[in-house]
Antibody, heavy 117, light 110 residues
Framework: EVQLAESGGGWVQPGGSLRLSCAAS????????MNWVRQAPGKGLEWLSY????????YYADSVKGRFTISRDNARNSLYLQMNSLRADDTAVYYC??????????WGQGTLVTVSS | QSALTQPASVSGSPGQSITISCTGT?????????VSWYQHHPGKAPKLILY???KRSSGLSNRFSGSKSGNTASLTISGLQAEDEADYYC??????????FGGGTKLTVL
């Protein structure tokens, strides 16, 4: 079955760090660009970051630039998001999403990150 | 990058048609034919329904169609069905080599 599965969410204090993972299965992960997207409670979707298939090119939204780092391990079929200096407004469900040209054609179920003291 | 503008909610009766607009700028919606639309049932994974403005995702019903004029893209759902009730988001590639989503539209099937 073709799927993406996020993990690593949880509760963290403001200023803390968390690393999210996204495990891909059922397709050739090496051939696809990947993204992270989040949805804060009661809010819409927000694109966060992109990484190309060979991990040479990365892009970030201004809201996370300098605090979040996207990476991937093609040998492990895995995508990661290292999140540092977390703030209360980073509280959200975080999704990994596969790129198909300029669209996101497959999504995981999401993992919840709560930033609170 | 500001979010694209969508109506907060739309509604329609079964069998009717509805249209959801998505307004951006010349730096995103107006600058590229890279608008996509997503259906999101809360608690589930978002689902791609249209890409490149008008192209339907594989297996998607032809009740869903897309268009664009200037800086505004639109999603039309014809023959509304109860299972169409969901949140809908537009997205566009931008000149900043980023992507931007709309604020989302809640579709209620009356």
């Amino acid at each position: 079955e073709v799927q993406l599965a996020e993990s690593g969410g949880g509760w963290v204090q403001p200023g803390g760090s968390l690393r999210l993972s996204c495990a891909a299965s059922g397709f050739n992960f090496n051939n696809y660009n990947m993204n992270w997207v989040r949805q804060a409670p009661g809010k819409g979707l927000e694109w966060l970051s992109y990484i190309n298939a060979v991990a040479i090119t990365m892009y970030y939204a201004d809201s996370v630039k300098g605090r979040f780092t996207i990476s991937r391990d093609n040998a492990r079929n895995s995508l990661y998001l290292q999140m540092n200096s977390l703030r209360a407004d980073d509280t959200a469900v975080y999704y990994c999403a596969r790129s198909q040209l300029a669209a996101f054609d497959m999504w995981g179920q999401g993992t919840l990150v709560t930033v609170s003291s | 990058q500001s979010a694209l503008t969508q109506p907060a909610s739309v509604s329609g009766s079964p069998g009717q048609s509805i249209t959801i607009s998505c307004t951006g700028t010349s730096s995103d919606v107006g600058g590229y034919n890279y608008v996509s639309w997503y259906q999101h049932h809360p608690g589930k994974a978002p689902k791609l329904i249209l890409y490149d403005v008008t192209k339907r995702s594989s297996g998607l019903s032809n009740r869903f169609s897309g268009s664009k004029s200037g800086n505004t893209a639109s999603l039309t759902i014809s023959g509304l069905q109860a299972e169409d009730e969901a949140d809908y988001y537009c997205s566009s590639y931008t000149t900043s080599t980023t992507w931007v989503f709309g604020g989302g539209t809640k579709l209620t099937v009356l």
